[in-house]
């Protein structure tokens, strides 16, 4: 059973910055795409960033220039670097990887940012 296990999430005031982490129990390149989605509250969950296991990216446009997603392949480990939150940012974060025709969900992780 794959496990993600995020961390890194909290409280951050706007403008500043927090870093995700994701720890995958299984090694990345066996990942097609990893990637982070985010739920606020009342909205759908969306993506914000995903990375192929060739290291091709994807950003949600209202991210881009502010997060950075990369990936550790010794430390089966994805980061989400946010710099620049805004309140607008404020919501649940998931780790997500997908594999063949299956798809893996970590916990998530709450990043709140107070303006």
């Known amino acids: 059973q794959v496990q993600l296990v995020e961390s890194g999430g909290g409280l951050a005031q706007a403008g500043g910055s927090l870093r995700l982490s994701c720890a995958a129990s299984?090694?990345?390149?066996?990942?097609?795409?990893m990637g982070w989605y985010r739920q606020a509250p009342g909205k759908q969950r969306e993506l914000v960033a995903e990375?192929?296991?060739?290291?091709?990216?994807n950003y949600l446009d209202s991210i881009k220039g502010r997060f950075t997603i990369s990936r550790d392949n010794a430390k089966n480990t994805v980061y989400l670097q946010m710099n620049s939150l805004k309140p607008e940012d404020t919501a649940v974060y998931y780790c997500n990887a997908y594999r063949f025709a299956n798809v893996y969900w970590g916990q998530g992780t709450q990043v709140t940012v107070s303006s």
């Open positions: 990375i192929t296991s060739s290291g091709l990216t």
């Open positions: 299984e090694v990345l390149f066996s990942f097609r795409t």
